[in-house]
């Protein structure tokens, strides 16, 4: 049984216009925030929810080829590497405020 290509072509657009909407309500949320701490918590959903979502429209879109895995790594990186950058952020600014010690973590 296959898919109807308009079908698959509106997951693809609610998929796409889900993730933009979750990477701009991150992007908004920074820009309005005054602490540093609450800007922290809207990078997280721009990072882990925004980006699947975008990449996910996009596998749709290419099918299996050899762009799909691209897009898998691709994605991997991102919402690792943003996580990982969140709380290098909070630390950082938690140091510069004297929450925390300035020694590395053991």
């Known amino acids: 049984m296959t898919v109807p290509a308009g079908v698959i072509t509106a997951v693809e657009i609610v998929l796409l216009a889900a993730g933009i909407a979750g990477v701009a309500v991150g ?7 005054r602490d540093t ?5 809207y990078l997280g959903p ?26 898998i790594l691709i994605g991997v990186l991102l919402i ?22 300035t020694e590395p973590p053991a």
């Open 27 to 33: 992007c908004f949320g920074l820009l309005m925030a």
């Open 37 to 41: 701490y609450l800007r922290l918590h």
């Open 46 to 71: 721009a990072s882990s929810l925004g980006t699947p979502l975008i990449i996910a429209a996009l596998l749709l879109h290419e099918g299996l080829s050899f762009s799909a895995v691209k897009l």
């Open 80 to 101: 690792g590497s943003g996580a990982v950058t969140v709380a290098a952020f909070g630390r950082a600014a938690a140091q510069r405020h004297g929450l925390v010690d």
